[in-house]
């Protein structure tokens, strides 16, 4: 059984990542690789530096994959979170809320990326001994705790250690894929949205909170604001209305990064790559340290990106594909709100399904 001792084995200090906006041409080119390898798992690994903050997990497991990164068993964990508030600068704030959340696990004996998406309703208990919605923990943390409560969590409800996370903002996301001129996603199942909130306003009288967005099934090209759209749509019909089809619908976009990231024409581009930096150094909260980026850079060579394996842990598909969970009826015990538990009312299967994709040979 792997990571048998994963709290003693992920023991370690923890620092800070630097938003250094110099230093030469080469560190630059192999901070965007290791980004990019991230982007693999959960972005894209071409953004540099904006994809590794870039929603891209692939992009920040890459960049934490290298021979002096953290790793238990041969794998390197990254907690890749989404929020829809700035999470540095002076606009940043704990009242946050983890939209998105998604570990990316890098092989470094298999050369393999498993992306592994967690429902923000799960229902768990935090370090303080609360409850509440996944996606609550961080806000109702302590100034400063947030990160790290989470991060506990997560590793209670998989069973594996986490070794770095990033937290990166929406904001972060659409102009990664305005900087790269657009992403090409194919859309699987067409669906319309008639509630999706009209951001500034939430107090506005109801008619005008919402809008209608429409997207055909088939391949297009999506700017900034569409791809935003695109994974954030909650009430699309066509069984688009769930955090599955959500999560489904992030790792496509998150793959479209990545492709449109390793293009020869991003590459050589030495106005997106700063660009893609600048964006990322200002929309980032992670402790991957700055100085480990050679060694996602040289892991990032090795990965094979055909072997990215994605899962989603849901309510409704099988449970050999992630289907765990199950929404109570009666939500007393949950403060009347509408939630997701494990079947078997701990985490013991999900352990058992989260191993056999890391370890299992998929």
Known sequence: MKY??????????????????GGSQTKTL??????????????AFAFKDKILAAFNPISVIATVAGTNLKETDGRTNVLILGSDRRVTGAESG???????????????????????????????????GYSS?????????????????????????LGIPIHYHAMISFDLFKEIVDILGGVEVTVDNAFIDSLYPVEGKENAPENERYETINFAAGTQTMNGETALKFVRSRHGDN???????????????????????????????????????????ENTDSDIDFGAVNSFYLLSQK???????????????????????????DRTLYNGKYVLIP????????????????????
Request: proline content about 3%; some cysteine; hydrophobic content about 40%.
């Open 4 to 21: 048998m001792d994963m709290c003693k084995k992920t023991n370690g200090t923890v620092s800070t990542i630097r938003n250094e906006r």
């Open 30 to 43: 192999k901070f965007i690789a290791a980004v990019g390898l991230v982007a693999v798992v959960a972005t």
């Open 94 to 128: 704990r009242s946050v809320l983890t939209d998105t959340i998604l570990v990316a696990s890098i092989g470094k004996v298999d050369k393999d990326v498993v992306m592994i998406s967690l429902p923000r309703d799960l229902w768990v208990k935090g370090p303080g």
């Open 133 to 157: 919605k996944l996606n609550e923990v961080y806000a109702y943390s302590k100034e400063g705790e947030g990160a790290d409560n989470l991060r506990k969590v997560i590793q209670d409800v």
């Open 239 to 281: 069984n688009e209305n769930t955090d599955f089809a959500r999560s489904r619908r992030q790792q496509k976009i998150i793959t479209a990064i990545k492709n449109k990231s390793l293009s020869i024409q991003t590459l050589v581009n030495p106005t997106k790559l700063k660009n893609l930096y600048d964006a990322y150094a």
């Open 303 to 329: 990965i094979n990106f055909d072997r990215v394996v994605s899962v989603v842990l849901d309510d409704r598909s099988p449970a050999e594909q992630g289907g765990l969970l199950y929404a109570p009826q």
């Open 343 to 362: 079947q078997t009312g701990d985490y013991v299967q999900i352990h058992a399904f989260v191993q056999k994709y890391l370890f299992g040979g998929k």
